[in-house]
């Protein structure tokens, strides 16, 4: 597989900054949906600091995959014979993705910050929270962050299900563009 975007599939960097993205937005969504089913103790400890980690990965993979993106250019859609609005509907639901995979984890740390706590990056180091805990701020930001999180997976099986129906429906190459296992 070629580093980069070639013009029938998609690059090994893109590729795998599409599935670590995936899999840390699962991750971290997973274990903030079921945060308070965990044992109380070391375990919610551990499971709420890989919650933050893996949705401050996602930032890093964004600051890494936006520069990306732009460098080395998407490849053009598909033809479909459901005419333009799909590329419309796609441009759209990328924009949508990339806003929540920025905004969710922003306000995760807006949550952090705003229940006085620091941010650990990763166990190596902490920032410290700039101000004071705030408990109506910590409500308000924590309901907003659960639910620009379900927005987010909520899009993302939006667009899984769009991949699958052009490979399934319309015969495409939309997805096998995206899974090097699939052949071409």
Known sequence: MQLRNSPSRYGIV?????W???????AAWLLGTFHDDLP????RSTGLFIHMSAGLTVVILLVLRVPWRFFDRPLPLEVTPLGAWVGWT???THVALYALLIATPVLGIV???????GLPIFGIAEIASPWVRDRAYAIAAK???ETLANVL???????????LAHHWVLRDRTLARMLPFLGR
């Open 40 to 43: 109380r103790g070391t375990v």
């Open 14 to 18: 893109a590729v795998a900054l599409h």
């Open 90 to 92: 796609a441009t759209l």
């Open 143 to 145: 309901d907003l962050h």
């Open 153 to 163: 997976m909520v899009m993302a099986a939006i667009h899984a299900v769009a991949a």
């Open 111 to 117: 949550l952090q910050f705003a229940l006085g706590r």
């Open 20 to 26: 670590l993205t995936v899999a840390f937005v699962v």
